[in-house]
């Protein structure tokens, strides 16, 4: 067993090893389909106490594909009860991410919103799924389509600061889809963070390597927080960023203020956990990052 623990802040959880693979749509750096049983035989591997699953709804993907199929007429009729469902099938996602949480104390469960749902329906999600185990919120500006300060979600931002729950974001660049619209960029988080400053919102992917826009952020709001995923991996047999560079961008953006995350099963926990441990940190900052800091940021 590794002598540091670990707490893995950024993962995805399937049903079964096929809708996995689906999700990933070849862009997996692993031959991993991000199921329970696997994930935790790594967990063990790498040492890893807990991981925080933030599971997420392709909601716009879903109804882009429903309505595809459908005329101008039938999609000016079927458009209400195509979201519907899909918002459906988001809820119901969100319920067996609780229930394997639940079931299984190594796994933390982060819940999914949608900009569609109105400011009652997504108090009522938060609140149906906190009584069910949530602990946090997953959201993702680039696959949803929204920016970070749309006020449509203001009913949850507010929701989740007042039961402290924080909010991972995926930040920066996206790779299984058109970045141009850049709506997760870092440079779009400082509204949201200055208008809740009693929420915790993790920026996740530390921007997808913008560090310096990162450590602004760090530096003029105390509620930012990062992890590490895919930007900084030991999965890869070729590092897309030195270690010396890895430690420069964690010090940079303040070692008190990033966790460790894996982004499994794109990436493997095991090996992205190794390599932390092998940085020229000390051992303060190599336990900040893949423990200590999750454990103050996330309340675990």
Request: net charge negative.
């Amino acid at each position: 067993m590794p002598d540091q623990p670990a707490i893995d802040s950024h993962v995805h959880t399937y049903r079964t090893r096929e809708i996995g693979r689906q999700a990933m749509q070849g862009s997996g750096r692993t031959d991993y389909g991000g199921t329970i049983d696997e994930l935790l035989s790594l967990m063990e591997r790498g040492g890893i106490e807990k991981a925080v699953m933030v599971n997420m709804t392709p909601t716009v993907d879903m109804f882009e594909a429903a309505v595809a199929k459908l005329s101008a007429d039938e999609r000016s009729r079927e458009e209400a009860r195509i979201r519907a469902e899909i918002i459906g099938r988001l809820q119901r996602r969100n319920a067996w991410t609780c229930e394997i949480a639940r079931a299984h104390r190594q796994l933390v469960a982060y819940i999914g919103l949608d900009p569609w749902m109105t400011g009652e329906e997504l108090i009522a999600e938060i609140d149906r799924c906190v009584d069910q185990g949530a602990r946090g919120l997953k959201l993702h500006p680039a696959a949803q389509r929204f920016l970070p300060a749309d006020r449509r979600l203001w009913p949850a931002y507010a929701r989740a600061q007042e039961l402290r729950l924080p909010i991972i974001f995926h930040s920066g660049l996206w790779a299984l889809g058109n970045s141009s619209g850049g709506q997760a960029s870092p440079h779009n988080f400082p509204e949201l963070l200055a208008a809740f400053p009693g929420l915790t919102v993790v920026l996740g992917h530390m921007g997808f390597g913008d560090f310096d826009a990162c450590a602004r952020i760090a530096r003029d709001y105390p509620n930012a927080a990062f992890d590490c995923c895919f930007v900084i991996n030991g999965t890869d047999a070729t590092p897309s960023i030195s270690d010396d560079d890895a430690v420069a961008a964690f010090r940079n953006v303040g070692v008190d203020r990033v966790m460790f995350g894996s982004d499994y099963p794109w990436f493997d926990p095991a090996l992205d956990c190794e390599r932390i441990r092998k940085l020229p940190l000390s051992d303060d900052e190599k336990r900040a990052v893949l423990h200590d800091n999750a454990v103050r940021i996330l309340g675990l």
